[in-house]
């Protein structure tokens, strides 16, 4: 019996320990076939007995309890273990940065499987090839790994009825799965712990069955948080609390001007900081940036607060940069300029300058640059030991991005880093790049002790992998019945790919699949047109990428265009969607677009927030959808001005997921899109000039309060449907549906985020 | 380096700090308790709230030299076993995402409830407000607040 589980930590309620009983099933290779893990993962059903205590007390062994059988010469790719005693171990190859996912992949495992959750324990796999895809972005877990682990969980049904069966001397159809035990047809029963070391000599089978849905006891439910209580007690270990034996601490000056070089140190102050230790010159980053350590100097201390004080004392000169003269405000003008010259076209139907109507409406969209700014920055901690094996502790998205990369930085085979995963703080795309991993890595080679790197908050906001800025335009011509007879649309943003190659001048072709180039409108004249744009920073994904000033733009500009009209913006925009179909011409690969899965979110969000209602003055309401990440949203908000004041008074979100596993944290994920969707829409973007960010704390870049956050009223979609992504979609349709409050309320159009009302 | 005396969570502390050294890295790169969060460090967010003489402050911009002799309490201090009216109703409403404000957020209203044990709504949005969340788990802050105010927090 296991009494605490908390964080991974696994420890007997009785203090016993237990060897390992290192038996496999040896079949495992025609099982390997049956898996979409992917090259290099050996999906192996491990069915073992005993987790030493002694291996799980302290950090870090406790990140991996498998040490014991790869020990034993074992390296199996366990996702499922089972115990003498009964107990379920669950592998969890997947980060969790608030998603749940740590709760929503044992409830599809249990299920499956026929366990008890509350028997079921959760390990965090560490970086390695054989966890299959570990990269938690993208909203991909559910999506992409379902399936999997049903197969894991299934797999381990059909092995414990085999094992009952053997055990009873019977067949297998006298056998049935109950809760946590099989159970005889004559009534006997055998519980999981007593089938354990029968069915570790098992077979695995080649093509286990699902359950069919309505045996699922946890998989649509509202799953409780498994690690709420670390949560709530401190508990959790997440990458800023990890403590190594005779680790330092470093915090690093890099260059405030993107792209600069260091000319010169004096260092003379910073080492009289009381708690420094040292100085070290980090080389610095070529270009493409890519996942490279930014470079600049170090200060290595006793302490995160020496490390600080003496990284401020240091003195440090830049050569000039290439991006010196950037503003944000001369990069939003260069941009404007250039959407309003043609551009290059990758969609075109018709001829939109011939398209005369009646009336046309123009308009120029902007969405600032943006930060992640979660709550824990970038930190890392790293150990490379004389031997040249290195340890990296560290929330990463990408535990197996940080390996490869900290072991090219350190010139050594990747099988010599472990990336140990840690709760992390926060993520939201920032957490996929592993420059803080490297950081620390060779600081930790270059002092030859545990090194742990922190960022401050304004090194977080200062030198992220910012959303791009972005300016489109826009124009319509509306026929006599207000429909468009033309859309015209141009984007301008520096694309992700700058950060990775060199002279890349806008977006491409795949840049605006994000809801521009598959816009999904029934309009007969359309033209999209990609403009310049060029990288002055590191660009990354930001929750949701792309899709949030594309979804902004296009929901924006059909609420603009159904006022022109003198139109119902719901039923305009359901009008604009036209009939149901799959758009398989504008998505030429999966997932592809349903127009009726579309407007199903969008009259679901409408209805719950009683649409069409007479609203209180002032008051406006606006809607958008969005289909992004294989899952469809719609936003409808209530919002009102007053005194250039905007309130949002009441959110309705409507999520079509298709099937929905954790309902609990799909609410969750939605109600949270809405407070980053807002933040967006009514706080801050990125500020620079002469080449340096200068928005640097939560006093220039704001977030979202709770006396700001509406009433949140999120809506799922009953679908047996192939799961879709939850993460990121919430979040573009809801600036939208803000300007459409807006505009309803005021008349005025929303044409930039963040709003500012003159 | 000047020593200091704390009692933290019930037990007697000696520290070797710098004066000006936080309480923040007092408790977590000195005494090792991590509960207590890093997020902003100038008091902009409310992530390292902690108790000081039983008031809410922010340990990021808490200097040492002014809490010789104070008694500090942290999350892992709350409650023995994670029964906190407030810990338990976090749990209850499911509030964490990420997980990492939440600390900050429980000891923030866990001091202002002791003079506000039945707040309204409003008197919670107007007083949690001072601590950020970036996953947005707001209106679960909210309800969880009051829900541990109904059961007597």
Redesign the interface.
């Known amino acids: 019996m296991y009494g605490l589980e908390i964080a991974g930590v696994i420890q007997p309620a009785d203090g016993s320990t237990q060897e390992p009983l290192t038996v496999l099933n040896v079949s495992r290779r025609r099982f390997l076939k049956q898996t979409a893990l992917g090259a290099g993962s050996v999906f192996v059903l491990g069915v073992f007995s005993g987790c030493r205590a002694d291996n799980l007390a302290a950090w870090p062994d406790r990140a991996e309890p498998m040490g014991s059988l790869e020990d034993a010469g074992f390296r199996p790719n366990v996702f499922v273990g089972l115990n003498d005693a009964g107990d379920v171990f669950i592998v969890c190859s997947r980060s969790?940065?608030?998603?749940?996912i740590r709760s929503s992949v044992p409830a599809i495992i249990a299920d499956e499987m026929g366990a008890d959750w509350d028997r079921c324990h959760i390990l965090q796999a560490t970086g390695h090839p054989r966890f299959g895809n570990q990269n938690t972005d993208g909203s991909r877990s559910i999506r992409n790994h379902f399936d999997d682990w049903r197969r894991a969980g299934a797999t381990a049904r059909e092995m414990l009825l085999a094992a009952a069966a053997q055990q009873w001397e019977t067949d297998t159809e006298s056998c049935s799965m109950g809760v946590h035990e099989v159970t005889h047809a004559d009534g006997r029963t055998l519980g999981f712990g007593e089938l354990a070391v029968t069915a570790a000599t098992l077979s695995a089978p080649n093509a286990p069955t699902f359950r069919p849905r309505s045996e699922w006891r946890y998989i649509g439910t509202?799953i409780?948080?498994r690690?709420?209580?670390?949560?709530?007690?401190?508990?959790?270990?997440?990458g800023?609390?990890v403590?190594v034996e005779g680790m330092r601490?470093a915090a690093i000056m890099r260059s405030p001007v993107f792209g600069g070089k260091v000319a010169s140190v004096d260092d003379t102050a910073a080492r009289a900081v009381?708690?420094v230790l040292d100085v070290v010159r980090l080389n610095d980053h070529s270009m493409p940036p890519a996942f490279q350590a930014l470079g600049g100097v170090a200060v290595i201390a006793e302490?995160?607060?020496?490390a600080?004080k003496g990284r401020d004392a240091l003195q440090v000169t830049w050569e000039r940069s290439p991006h010196q003269d950037w503003s944000t405000e001369a990069q939003r003008a260069a941009m404007d300029a250039a959407v309003q010259a043609a551009g290059t076209p990758v969609r075109n139907e018709g001829d939109v300058e011939a398209a005369a109507g009646q009336q046309v409406v123009e308009a120029t969209y902007h969405v600032a640059m943006l930060p992640h700014?979660?709550?824990?920055?970038p930190t890392a901690t790293a150990w490379v030991r004389p031997d040249g094996t290195c340890e990296v502790w560290a929330p990463s998205q990408a535990p197996q991005t940080a390996r490869g990369s900290v072991a090219g930085a350190l010139g050594v085979d990747p099988e010599a880093v472990t990336v140990h995963v840690t709760?992390?703080?926060?993520?939201?795309g920032r957490k996929s790049k592993p420059d803080y991993c490297i950081e620390a890595a060779l600081l930790s080679k270059a002092v030859g002790a545990p090194v742990k790197v922190?960022w401050?908050?304004e090194d977080d906001l200062r030198h992220d992998y910012y959303h791009p800025p972005s300016a489109q335009y826009m124009r319509a011509a509306l026929g006599e019945d207000g429909k468009p007879l033309s859309w015209l649309h141009r984007s301008s943003f520096p694309p992700i790919g700058s950060t990775f190659a060199n002279g890349v001048s806008g977006p491409g072709a795949g840049d605006l699949r994000s809801g521009v180039s598959n816009m999904p409108y029934v309009i007969p004249n359309v033209r999209v047109e990609t403009s310049e744009a060029f990288a002055h920073q590191r660009i990354g994904w930001l929750r949701s990428v792309y899709n949030i000033h594309h979804g902004f733009s296009v929901n924006a500009f059909v609420a603009e265009l159904a006022h022109a009209a003198g139109a119902d913006a719901r039923d305009y925009l359901l009008d604009l969607i036209g009939p149901d179909r799959e758009l398989n011409d504008l998505f030429p690969r999966p997932p592809v677009l349903d127009t009726a899965r579309l407007k199903g979110v969008i009259r679901r969000a409408a209805d719950e927030a009683g649409w069409g209602r007479t609203l209180p003055e002032g008051h406006g309401m606006g809607i958008a959808g969005h289909f992004s990440f294989s899952s469809y949203v719609a936003h409808v908000v209530d919002a009102s001005v007053e005194d250039g004041a905007i309130k949002v008074h009441r959110v309705d979100c409507a999520v079509d997921c298709g099937t929905a596993v954790n309902l609990?944290r799909i609410r969750?994920?939605m109600?949270?899109?809405?407070?980053?969707g807002l933040t967006i829409a009514l706080k801050d973007g990125i500020e620079a000039v002469d080449g340096r960010v200068t928005t640097g704390?939560?006093?220039t870049y704001r977030?979202?309060?709770?006396?700001?956050?509406p009433?949140?009223h999120v809506h799922i979609m009953d679908s047996e449907l192939p799961s879709g992504g939850v993460g990121e979609p919430g979040v573009p349709p809801l600036a939208p549906a803000l300007a459409g409050a807006i505009l309803q309320a005021t008349g005025r159009p929303v044409r930039s985020l963040p709003i500012r009302l003159a | 380096?000047p020593t200091y005396t704390l009692t933290v969570n019930g037990q007697a502390h000696t520290v070797e700090a710098?004066p000006d050294?936080?309480l923040l890295?007092v408790l977590?790169?000195?005494i090792?308790?991590?509960?207590?969060?890093?997020?902003?460090?100038?008091a902009?967010?409310g992530?390292c709230a902690v108790h000081v003489n039983g008031s809410a402050q922010r340990s990021c911009v808490a200097a040492i030299s002014a809490l010789d002799g104070a008694d500090v309490t942290?999350?892992?201090g709350?409650?023995e076993d994670?029964t906190h009216p407030?810990?338990l109703a976090?749990?209850e409403v499911?509030?964490?995402?990420?997980?990492?404000?939440?600390?900050g957020q429980?000891m923030h209203a866990a001091a202002w409830m002791k003079d506000n044990p039945n707040p309204t709504a409003e008197e919670?949005?107007?007083n949690?407000?001072?601590?950020?969340?970036?996953?947005?788990?707001?209106?679960?802050?909210?309800e969880a607040i009051l829900l541990a105010a109904e059961k007597g927090a």
Request: net charge negative.
């Open positions: 969790e940065m608030g998603q749940g509202d409780d948080g690690d709420n209580k670390a949560f709530v007690t401190g508990s959790a270990t997440f800023i609390d403590q601490h009381p708690g302490n995160t607060w020496a600080f700014a979660s709550m824990e920055p709760f992390l703080g926060g993520g939201f922190t401050s908050r609990d969750s994920q109600e949270g899109a809405t407070v980053f704390n939560f006093d977030l979202l309060s709770l006396a700001e956050t009433d949140t | 380096m710098e050294m936080p890295w977590r790169d000195l090792g308790l991590t509960g207590t969060k890093y997020a902003c460090g100038s902009y967010c992530a942290t999350i892992e709350l409650s994670g407030l810990q976090w749990n499911n509030v964490p995402q990420c997980g990492f404000c939440q600390a429980i919670v949005d107007q949690q407000s001072s601590n950020l969340c970036r996953c947005g788990t707001y209106q679960r802050i909210r």
